[in-house]
């Protein structure tokens, strides 16, 4: 079955670097769109960025653009997401996430990993 | 970029009675090439990741109780809990794949009266 297994979170200063990693299995990675999606404590959703099955387009939130990178490994089934210059609402779970159809571009999210905490405090 | 929002923020309806959820989109996520409209809807339960519902406004997931129904075309979508259980106590949050960035509606708390 599929799973989405993200790591790499944990409390990091304003201003710092942290990279979560998502390791997938169970579907054929390179076929599958992926996104990250956030959620702060006790906040609703909040869609952070996209990478083609391919990676040939990434989009990203205005929130985050142009601190956070997403990137894909497909040889590895490892999506990553590197953040820059950290701020304290950036604070949140961090889910991985995976497109409900392959090979598709404007898909609904179809599973949802367990998320990992990232905390921006000094 | 496209926002979404939803009505009421919570709502707490009698085990066995209908629950409404309603969602706008700030502009139509209708594609007019294959009639699609790009909304989503998800439940999230206390401290698990969010579930897929709903797809194509309508579509219902596979293994979804027919219970939860979606509707709506354009810019206006409702989320219907025709008969609410005690396991649908959750948060549900509407969403447009229509563009970049593919915004959340603010969620909508559904609870037991």
């Known amino acids: 079955q599929v799973q989405l297994v993200e790591s790499g979170g944990g409390v990091v200063q304003p201003g710092r670097s942290l990279r979560l990693s998502c390791t997938a299995s169970?579907?054929?990675?390179?076929?599958?769109?992926m996104h990250w999606v956030r959620q702060g404590p006790g906040k609703g959703l909040e869609w952070v960025a996209v990478?083609?099955?391919?990676?040939?387009?990434?989009y990203y939130a205005d929130s985050v653009k142009g601190r956070f990178t997403i990137s894909r490994d497909n040889s590895k089934n490892t999506l990553y997401l590197q953040m820059n210059n950290l701020r304290a609402e950036d604070t949140a779970v961090y889910y991985c996430?995976?497109?409900?159809?392959?090979?598709?571009?404007?898909?609904?999210?179809?599973?949802w990993g367990q998320g990992t905490l990232v905390t921006v405090s000094s | 970029d496209i926002v979404m929002t939803q009505s009421p923020d919570s709502l707490a309806v009698s085990l066995g009675e209908r629950a409404t959820i309603n969602c706008k989109s700030s502009q139509s996520v209708l594609y007019s090439s294959n009639n699609k409209n790009y909304l989503a809807w998800y439940q999230q339960k206390p401290g698990q990741p969010p579930k897929l519902l709903i797809y194509w406004a309508s579509t219902r997931e596979s293994g979804v109780p027919d219970r939860f129904s979606g509707s709506g075309s354009g810019t206006d979508f409702t989320l219907t809990i025709s008969s609410l259980q005690a396991e649908d106590v959750a948060v549900y949050y509407c969403q447009q794949y229509y563009t970049t960035p593919f915004t959340f509606g603010p969620g909508t708390t559904v609870d037991i009266k």
């Open positions: 990478i083609w099955y391919d990676g040939s387009n990434k």
């Open positions: 169970g579907f054929t990675f390179s076929s599958y769109g």
């Open positions: 996430a995976r497109d409900y159809y392959d090979r598709t571009t404007y898909a609904p999210v179809g599973y």
